[in-house]
């Protein structure tokens, strides 16, 4: 098992920038897929960037792309989200997640095995 404590999220204007980092603590977390979701009132938990460990290849959901950049330092055990170009859409507890060692990455919240407790990110107009 490993632990999550995600940090980062605030209050920010419409357009601002915030960077969510993810720090990891427990298992190693270099041979697992680390993603991020998120979660808006009233909504079901959404997928919003994935990044594998094989090659650290990258993936987004369509409304993040071009705005948001995922990365993962395994000497820091710590997976970051660079959110740009923020919009008030983007309100939501946002919560990053750890795959199993060896599992690849998944757009689906039920392949991953660990998560975070969440940090909350409102955007306003």
């Not at 948001?68 to 710590?78: H, L, M």
């Not at 008030?88 to 795959?99: F, G, L, Q, R």
């Amino acid at each position: 098992q490993v632990q999550l404590v995600e940090s980062g999220g605030g209050l920010v204007q419409a357009g601002r920038s915030l960077r969510l980092s993810c720090a990891a603590s427990g298992r190693t977390f270099s041979s697992s897929a680390m993603g991020w979701f998120r979660q808006a009132p009233g909504k079901d938990r959404e997928f919003v960037a994935a990044i594998d460990w094989r090659d650290s290849s990258t993936y987004y959901a369509d409304f993040v792309k071009g705005r948001f950049t995922i990365s993962r330092d395994n000497a820091k055990n710590t997976v970051y989200l660079q959110m740009d170009s923020l919009k008030p859409e983007d309100t939501a507890v946002y919560y990053c997640a750890a795959s199993n060692p060896g599992s690849y990455y998944s757009t689906r919240p039920y392949n991953y095995a660990d998560w975070g407790q969440g940090t909350q990110v409102t955007v306003s107009s």
